[in-house]
């Protein structure tokens, strides 16, 4: 299977962080395709970021979907996932929502520990958004800058650690989600120094996404994520514009 592994950012450092991780834990016959935002922002971190990111993906995944057999959406806080699910035939995972169904598989309750503060409000937004608030422990991050997007799991390493210790002992997690894309890959190096489970998104994702081809689920012609009827549409790219208008 081809499963598209979408960053919405216009970092192509971090795709090659997402790819290395997935390639890690996928099936003998699965085949990640990167790719990267041709225009946005370096990494999403704000609501209002989040909300052009949305829009990124469905321009993406408009161009790329019948290319694929399944995609991801690859900036934790899954900017666009469920106009991609409304719009799209294929299955469409979120980091943050594969990462948080696994974390319940674990144990009763996650935390997600992410490397800048201004991730918070947008990561406790998407908690609640899945209707997994009950289940978080805490959302905790790290002050202070960083170097860059694809080294911060490197320069950030101890301290990430520490605020793992700090959410298993103090907000009583059973299980450690590493929240954001620039973390992928970081789950497998520190496993051992964490009491719990540590989840890794992108590894959960990639997972999730080949158990979804397996079962091969039909697309909902009923409910609230079948597609949405044909409609006019002016400006968009014209991949999109097709798809919202039927004539792809």
Not at 44 to 72: K, P, S
Request: charged share 20%.
């Amino acid at each position: 299977m081809n499963v598209l592994v979408l960053n919405p950012n216009t970092s192509t450092d971090v795709t090659d962080l997402l790819i290395a991780a997935g390639r890690a834990v996928a099936g003998a016959g699965t085949t990640l395709v990167p790719a990267t935002a041709a225009y946005g922002v370096p990494y999403i971190a704000t609501r209002a970021e989040a909300q052009i990111g949305g829009a990124i993906v469905l321009e993406m995944l408009a161009e790329r979907h019948a290319e694929v057999d399944a995609a991801i959406v690859a900036a934790f806080g899954d900017p666009g996932l469920h106009g991609a699910r409304e719009l799209f035939d294929i299955p469409v995972i979120g980091l943050a929502e594969a990462a948080m169904l696994t974390a319940c598989m674990l144990g009763r309750r996650f935390a997600i520990v992410t490397f800048a503060d201004a991730l918070g409000p947008w990561y406790e937004d998407c908690v609640a958004v899945n209707g997994l608030a009950g289940r978080c422990a805490g959302v905790r991050t790290l002050d202070g800058s960083f170097r860059t997007l694809s080294t911060v799991q490197g320069e950030k390493e101890g301290l990430l650690v520490d605020l793992a210790l700090r959410a298993v002992e103090e907000d009583e997690a059973d299980v450690i989600i590493l929240g954001g894309a620039p973390l992928a890959g970081l789950a497998g190096r520190v496993a051992d120094r964490v009491p719990v489970p540590i989840v890794d998104p992108v590894a959960a994702a990639v997972k999730q996404a080949e158990a979804l081809v397996a079962l091969s689920p039909r697309k909902a012609t009923a409910g609230t994520f079948r597609r949405p009827a044909a409609k006019t549409a002016t400006g968009l790219p014209d991949a999109l514009a097709r798809r919202i208008q039927h004539r792809d």
